[in-house]
């Protein structure tokens, strides 16, 4: 990530800040770019809602307010219309600052909107007046929001595909944007000054819940913005839920690994956008598009871009179908075949396109393995996957005169396994604090369709001329606010809980089986661990009757702030005032509800607390021991009598003899009651 000038002294005075909170570099951080409730138990197939669904119980989030840092919303979308609600909630202390762009407006749904650019300006020189606005120009920013929070909008598809109501997680809750994204520089969209004032804004105001898709390399967390903002938010009680990246599958690769927001990483969710790639030697291969433009009913020349370059373009570049180096007289009238790879999906299809080509075929590279997204592209194009590419590239070089065709895509429900994990969503171990597991849990980001904006196309591109309202979109800035949405109806449900106790909820109930009933699975068919999926995949449903929860409380993260050693000044940034530091606090003790041990020799013990949040109880524990290691559990009885009553407990892990490896390896902690199965996972290495 590039590194951006340092952030001139901005002064992030509003009446309640009288100083700065911090003053760091201001570094860019990027944006981590209808079937999904459904996947995850909320509604039938017919679009039934039972009783117990949370929705029916938490009233579809009525009453919460979400907001999200983001590129803004696009106030025409119906997903942010104000028919049916009632007046803004008194708490609200926010406005509708629609600076220069009179058209934007909010309403008794959208209740809020503003923008934050003086970073952006600090780094990009002085902006033009067009900048003043919170209006989405972009289509980030509107989708997320209405994936949090979006009202329930029937007769939605993208291109025809993927019909039904799209819906937020949370759909009567109230939104809030605030605008801290803009176009990039050197590929950062966000920038530090700016974040931390949305935060210290969304604070102000009296959002219950921030959805924050965006995030940076990992960075000291006195030295980020999103570590910083989101810390001042939880103390006040509000749920921040974060992206952790698009950098998969290397391993060491998530952002945003702070203990007090919620992390989420993506995977898929049970729809795909068949679209098939018949070669002429009448091999069919299935891949995934959205493509709008259909090919007419025969067959078409087929070629490699490598084939079809320029003299000028080097073979590494047009492979990768990259800007500039298709030979317009080699490919029109063909289809093209591009990798996956460095530039966007859809910017490969319009270079084809620009160069003549009627089609392309988009295969991806061994890492991206099963992975396919389905992008609206601005051509008949389908993505397949490594195996089905090396067939194409295969037929291509045995066959004198190669032929092919692209079929128009169809819509598939039910498909298994799913979800398996999307190879682009970043991994552990954490690389700031490797005693804590992040990401923390994983939701739907594959193929998610939701609002978009109409300033622009669904490919973003240059020479994409198409409007529509709702677009289908792939990253972890999808998952997380599937977690927003679900923490809003928490919220409703349980509105004295503490942050932590939400997180927990999540997290201890989440599963770690596919719709197979066999272990989650990633792209590339082996099995995943907690580095990809944190606890598990997210259950609503299950969520809101946890049984126990780890609520940790802010003491306990400023000690861990201590043991990480930071100064004064640099704990400062995060308390009002001084603190004395927990002399002989642990990581390892964190009140979390995962435990990792990343450099275990012999052995070593860990405490947790659990609070009781169900009804009289007694819990035993069960340990799923890692490999090479054995786990005792003391007490491994604990008997509640009251509804918040907090007992301890502790876990001791144990190198076995010439059994343990130098790798990461896992298990888990289950308590449960019979009813309730409260589920952490255990990661350790051994030295």
Same mark, same amino acid.
């Given at each position: 990530?590039?590194?951006?000038?340092?952030?001139?002294?901005?002064?992030?005075?509003?009446?309640?800040?009288?100083?700065?909170?911090?003053?760091?570099?201001?570094?860019?951080?990027?944006?981590?770019?209808?079937?999904?409730?459904?996947?995850?138990?909320?509604?039938?197939?017919?679009?039934?809602?039972?009783?117990?669904?949370?929705?029916?119980?938490?009233?579809?989030?009525?009453?919460?307010?979400?907001?999200?840092?983001?590129?803004?919303?696009?106030? =025409?979308?119906?997903?942010?219309?104000?028919?049916?609600?009632?007046?803004?909630?008194?708490?609200?202390?926010?406005?509708?600052?629609?600076?220069?762009?009179?058209?934007?407006?909010?309403?008794?749904?959208?209740?809020?909107?503003?923008?934050?650019?003086?970073?952006?300006?600090?780094?990009?020189?002085?902006?033009?007046?067009?900048?003043?606005?919170?209006?989405?120009?972009?289509?980030?920013?509107?989708?997320?929001?209405?994936?949090?929070?979006?009202?329930?909008?029937?007769?939605?598809?993208?291109?025809?595909?993927?019909?039904?109501?799209?819906?937020?997680?949370?759909?009567?809750?109230?939104?809030?944007?605030?605008?801290?994204?803009?176009?990039?520089?050197?590929?950062?969209?966000?920038?530090?000054?700016?974040?931390?004032?949305?935060?210290?804004?969304?604070?102000?105001?009296?959002?219950?819940?921030?959805?924050?898709?965006?995030?940076?390399?990992?960075?000291?967390?006195?030295?980020?913005?999103?570590?910083?903002?989101?810390?001042?938010?939880?103390?006040?009680?509000?749920?921040?839920?974060?992206?952790?990246?698009?950098?998969?599958?290397?391993?060491?690769?998530?952002?945003?690994?702070?203990?007090?927001?919620?992390?989420?990483?993506?995977?898929? %969710?049970?729809?795909?956008?068949?679209?098939?790639?018949?070669?002429?030697?009448?091999?069919?291969?299935?891949?995934?598009?959205?493509?709008?433009?259909?090919?007419?009913?025969?067959?078409?020349?087929?070629?490699?871009?490598?084939?079809?370059?320029?003299?000028?373009?080097?073979?590494?570049?047009?492979?990768?179908?990259?800007?500039?180096?298709?030979?317009?007289?080699?490919?029109?009238?063909?289809?093209?075949?591009?990798?996956?790879?460095?530039?966007?999906?859809?910017?490969?299809? =319009?270079?084809?396109?620009?160069?003549?080509?009627?089609?392309?075929?988009?295969?991806?590279?061994?890492?991206?393995?099963?992975?396919?997204?389905?992008?609206?592209?601005?051509?008949?194009?389908?993505?397949?996957?490594?195996?089905?590419?090396?067939?194409?590239?295969?037929?291509?070089?045995?066959?004198?005169?190669?032929?092919?065709?692209?079929?128009?895509?169809?819509?598939?429900?039910?498909?298994?396994?799913?979800?398996?994990?999307?190879?682009?969503?970043?991994?552990?171990?954490?690389?700031?604090?490797?005693?804590?597991?992040?990401?923390?849990?994983?939701?739907?980001?594959?193929?998610? &369709?939701?609002?978009?904006?109409?300033?622009?196309?669904?490919?973003?591109?240059?020479?994409?001329?198409?409007?529509?309202?709702?677009?289908?979109?792939?990253?972890?800035?999808?998952?997380?606010?599937?977690?927003?949405?679900?923490?809003?109806?928490? /919220?409703?449900?349980?509105?004295?809980?503490?942050?932590?106790?939400?997180?927990?909820?999540?997290?201890?109930?989440?599963?770690?089986?596919?719709?197979?009933?066999?272990?989650?699975?990633?792209?590339?068919?082996?099995?995943?661990?907690?580095?990809?999926?944190?606890?598990?995949?997210?259950?609503?449903?299950?969520? %809101?009757?946890?049984?126990?929860?780890?609520?940790?409380?802010?003491?306990?993260?400023?000690?861990?702030?201590?043991?990480?050693?930071?100064? =004064?000044?640099?704990?400062?940034?995060?308390?009002?005032?001084?603190?004395?530091?927990?002399?002989?606090?642990?990581?390892?003790?964190?009140?979390?509800?995962? &435990?990792?041990?990343?450099?275990?020799?012999?052995?070593?013990?860990?405490?947790?607390?659990?609070?009781?949040?169900?009804?009289?109880?007694?819990?035993?524990?069960?340990?799923?021991?890692?490999?090479?290691?054995?786990?005792?559990?003391?007490?491994?009885?604990?008997?509640?009598?009251?509804?918040?009553?907090?007992?301890?407990? /502790?876990?001791?892990?144990?190198?076995?003899?010439?059994?343990?490896?130098?790798?990461?390896?896992?298990?888990?902690?289950?308590?449960?009651?019979?009813?309730?199965?409260?589920?952490?996972?255990?990661?350790?290495?051994?030295?």
């Amino acid at each position: 990530m590039s590194q951006s000038p340092t952030m001139s002294f901005w002064d992030l005075s509003w009446e309640e800040h009288p100083k700065v909170l911090s003053v760091f570099e201001n570094s860019g951080r990027k944006l981590h770019t209808t079937r999904s409730w459904g996947f995850m138990g909320l509604e039938e197939d017919n679009g039934v809602i039972s009783s117990s669904s949370i929705w029916n119980k938490a009233r579809f989030g009525e009453g919460v307010i979400i907001g999200n840092l983001d590129t803004g919303a696009w106030p =025409e979308s119906k997903s942010f219309s104000d028919e049916g609600f009632g007046p803004i909630p008194s708490k609200w202390r926010g406005i509708c600052d629609n600076g220069i762009d009179a058209s934007f407006h909010c309403n008794r749904k959208l209740i809020g909107a503003r923008y934050f650019n003086k970073g952006y300006a600090s780094v990009a020189g002085p902006l033009n007046s067009s900048f003043d606005s919170p209006r989405d120009n972009e289509g980030h920013g509107s989708h997320t929001l209405s994936t949090a929070g979006g009202n329930m909008v029937p007769g939605v598809s993208v291109f025809g595909q993927g019909s039904g109501t799209a819906k937020g997680g949370s759909p009567r809750a109230r939104v809030a944007a605030y605008k801290v994204c803009w176009p990039p520089i050197s590929g950062d969209e966000c920038f530090d000054a700016d974040i931390l004032a949305g935060f210290d804004m969304a604070i102000h105001d009296g959002v219950d819940v921030l959805s924050v898709s965006l995030g940076g390399s990992a960075s000291a967390f006195f030295n980020d913005s999103v570590s910083i903002g989101s810390f001042h938010a939880a103390k006040k009680g509000i749920v921040v839920v974060c992206s952790a990246g698009n950098s998969g599958p290397a391993d060491a690769t998530a952002e945003n690994l702070a203990p007090w927001y919620i992390t989420v990483g993506a995977s898929t %969710m049970d729809r795909e956008f068949p679209s098939y790639v018949v070669l002429g030697n009448k091999i069919s291969l299935k891949g995934a598009s959205l493509s709008a433009a259909r090919l007419e009913h025969k067959f078409y020349p087929i070629i490699k871009a490598t084939d079809a370059k320029l003299a000028s373009a080097t073979a590494e570049d047009a492979v990768l179908c990259q800007n500039g180096t298709l030979d317009p007289n080699k490919v029109k009238g063909k289809i093209v075949v591009c990798l996956r790879g460095i530039n966007a999906r859809v910017d490969k299809g =319009e270079q084809a396109l620009l160069a003549g080509a009627v089609g392309m075929v988009l295969a991806n590279d061994k890492t991206n393995g099963n992975e396919i997204l389905a992008d609206p592209h601005l051509l008949p194009a389908s993505h397949i996957n490594f195996t089905n590419g090396v067939a194409v590239f295969d037929y291509i070089n045995s066959t004198k005169f190669p032929v092919a065709y692209i079929t128009h895509p169809k819509t598939k429900l039910h498909t298994k396994p799913a979800p398996f994990m999307a190879a682009f969503s970043s991994k552990g171990p954490n690389t700031i604090v490797p005693e804590i597991l992040k990401p923390d849990i994983t939701a739907p980001g594959v193929s998610v &369709i939701a609002a978009y904006t109409e300033a622009e196309g669904p490919t973003n591109q240059e020479f994409d001329s198409r409007r529509i309202p709702y677009n289908s979109v792939s990253g972890t800035s999808m998952s997380c606010p599937h977690i927003s949405g679900i923490v809003g109806l928490l /919220k409703t449900l349980y509105p004295s809980w503490s942050p932590a106790a939400i997180k927990s909820a999540i997290m201890t109930t989440a599963t770690t089986l596919d719709n197979e009933v066999e272990p989650l699975l990633n792209a590339t068919d082996s099995q995943a661990t907690p580095f990809s999926y944190g606890a598990g995949h997210v259950e609503p449903n299950r969520a %809101m009757d946890p049984g126990l929860v780890y609520d940790t409380t802010m003491d306990d993260y400023l000690n861990l702030l201590c043991a990480l050693g930071y100064n =004064e000044t640099q704990i400062s940034m995060f308390t009002e005032g001084p603190y004395q530091c927990h002399k002989n606090f642990s990581l390892l003790n964190l009140n979390y509800p995962s &435990i990792t041990v990343p450099n275990l020799s012999g052995s070593v013990t860990v405490t947790r607390t659990l609070k009781n949040v169900g009804s009289t109880a007694t819990y035993i524990a069960h340990v799923q021991n890692p490999n090479g290691i054995s786990i005792s559990v003391e007490p491994s009885i604990l008997k509640f009598k009251r509804v918040g009553e907090e007992k301890s407990f /502790k876990v001791t892990l144990k190198v076995k003899q010439g059994k343990a490896t130098n790798n990461y390896v896992f298990g888990k902690l289950i308590w449960s009651d019979g009813k309730h199965y409260v589920r952490s996972p255990i990661v350790v290495k051994a030295l």
